[in-house]
């Protein structure tokens, strides 16, 4: 009877050095495999999960990307009651 072979468990960040050198195409996948001690449909997995979200970034604009939109007119309504203070205060320190 054979002994039960535990799985290699891996850290995200191993995972990502893994999959941007295979992104970065400076050396075979084989000698990746070999680097790394790993399947090259393993390699491949991981650059095609780096790889996906990716693109997600082209297809929904700088905007997205960007952050939360912004309320202009909150905005817009402080920095009036904030030039209307600045006045008032200018008036009175004459």
Same mark, same amino acid.
């Given at each position: 009877?054979?002994?039960?072979?535990?799985? #290699?468990? $891996?850290?995200?960040? $191993?995972?990502?050095?893994?999959?941007?050198?295979?992104?970065?195409?400076?050396?075979?996948?084989?000698?990746?495999?070999?680097?790394?001690? +790993?399947?090259?449909?393993?390699?491949?997995t991981?650059?095609?999960? +780096? #790889?996906?979200?990716?693109?997600?970034? $082209?297809?929904?604009?700088?905007?997205?990307?960007?952050?939360?939109?912004?309320?202009?007119?909150?905005?817009?309504?402080?920095?009036?009651?904030?030039?209307m203070?600045?006045?008032? +205060?200018?008036?009175? +320190? #004459?």
């Amino acid at each position: 009877m054979s002994a039960k072979r535990n799985r #290699r468990q $891996f850290t995200t960040q $191993f995972e990502a050095e893994v999959a941007l050198s295979a992104v970065q195409e400076r050396e075979p996948l084989t000698a990746l495999a070999v680097k790394y001690r +790993l399947a090259p449909a393993q390699i491949t997995t991981w650059q095609r999960q +780096l #790889r996906q979200p990716a693109a997600l970034v $082209f297809e929904t604009g700088p905007a997205s990307v960007a952050g939360p939109a912004v309320d202009v007119q909150a905005s817009y309504a402080q920095l009036g009651r904030l030039q209307m203070e600045n006045t008032v +205060l200018k008036t009175l +320190l #004459r």
